[in-house]
């Protein structure tokens, strides 16, 4: 069974500070998704990663994904309280998606 | 956004009643899914489907069947429901054949079993 691990659980920051969030696995994916959920609402995508080593940019948000295609890393920078809720990583498999539990991250004004 | 809706969105339930949650997608994708939510678990999948009466079992099925006789409907059935089965539901719909794998949710249906 696939798993994937996200790091940390929880993080509670202040406006303009910047963090990373983690997704780590032991198993090899063909491409890994980052999507963003808010309270009462499914899971939005922002990104996928296809590429060993690829890294994507939106707007204050950079995705990098493993040179070895089995982990991912999720930085923002000068986070803002609009950048609230859960972060899931998902990596693929086949036809199928395996979901991290998530990074709940709240950002203080 | 991607047309997808669930219904219902609440619904309270008791111990060993049969519960069925429906998905409707007005994007003609091949793929659809069901997920459930739990704290600490994230999205768990239960079943999905790829294409008109084709299903195959996730990782949390026991307890659970689908059925899917037209594209764009894919029908979750609790048999008997119990209290384990409390969650939120996700409903996902995927363009798969695209060549990149994407998946994009429904609003949920939040089930109570009292």
């Known amino acids: 069974t696939q798993l994937l691990e996200q790091s940390p659980q929880f993080l509670s920051i202040q406006e303009g500070e910047n963090l990373t969030v983690y997704c780590n696995s032991s198993s090899v994916f063909s491409s890994l998704q980052w999507y963003r959920q808010e309270p009462g609402e499914g899971p939005v995508l922002l990104v996928t990663v296809v590429t060993g080593g690829e890294v994507k940019k939106l707007k204050r948000l950079t995705f990098q994904f493993g040179d070895a295609r089995k982990d991912s890393s999720l930085h923002i920078t000068a986070a803002q309280p609009g950048d609230t809720g859960l972060y899931l990583c998902?990596?693929?498999?086949?036809?199928?998606?395996?979901f991290g539990a998530g990074t709940m991250l709240r950002v203080k004004s | 956004d991607a047309g997808i809706t669930q219904s219902p969105r609440h619904k309270v339930t008791e111990t060993g009643t049969p519960v069925t949650l429906r998905c409707h997608q007005t994007e003609n994708h091949r793929y659809m899914y069901w997920y459930r939510q739990d704290p600490g678990h994230g999205l768990r999948l239960i079943h999905y489907s790829y294409g008109v009466k084709d299903t195959d079992k996730g990782e949390v099925s026991d307890g659970y069947s689908v059925s899917r006789s037209k594209t764009e409907d894919f029908l979750l059935t609790l048999e008997s429901a119990t209290s384990s089965q409390t969650s939120v539901y996700f409903c996902?719909?995927?363009?798969?054949?695209?060549?990149?794998?994407?998946?994009?949710f429904g609003p949920g249906t939040r089930l109570t079993v009292t």
């Open positions: 996902a719909i995927s363009p798969l054949g695209t060549g990149i794998y994407e998946q994009y």
């Open positions: 998902a990596g693929e498999y086949g036809n199928k998606l395996v």
